[in-house]
């Protein structure tokens, strides 16, 4: 069975840091775009930030860029996002996801992003 794990969420006061892991299980993503989203109570899914299949590119959503840092280790099979300098606004749940094209860039983790799979999703509450 093919899945995608995330953990690391939890509660944090507002300027401080959380890490999220989203470990591979069931098949290898390690030629593939992968990327977080997020979605806040009442609102639809957002792109935070995307990684591409070896790492060489990154792309961020605006509202993240300079506070959020997403990595891979393809060795791990694990993609990781770190988040800093948290505010209340990044409060929501973070989805991991894989892009479905082999050899795909960050950019393809955009609007209209073809995705294999989703993970179960994290909460992240920051606290004002």
């Known amino acids: 069975q093919v899945q995608l794990v995330e953990s690391g969420g939890g509660l944090v006061q507002a300027g401080g840091s959380l890490r999220l892991s989203c470990v591979a299980s069931g098949r290898t993503f390690n030629g593939y775009a992968m990327g977080w989203f997020r979605q806040a109570p009442g609102k639809e899914r957002e792109f935070v930030a995307a990684?591409?299949?070896?790492?060489?590119?990154?792309s961020y959503a605006d509202s993240v860029k300079g506070r959020f840092t997403i990595s891979r280790d393809n060795a791990k099979n694990t993609v990781y996002l770190q988040m800093n300098s948290l505010k209340p606004e990044d409060t929501a749940v973070y989805y991991c996801a894989a892009n479905r094209r082999p050899y795909s860039t960050a950019q393809a983790m955009g609007v209209g992003a073809l995705i294999s799979e989703w993970g179960q999703g994290t909460q992240v509450t920051v606290s004002s």
């Open positions: 990684i591409s299949w070896n790492g060489g590119s990154t």
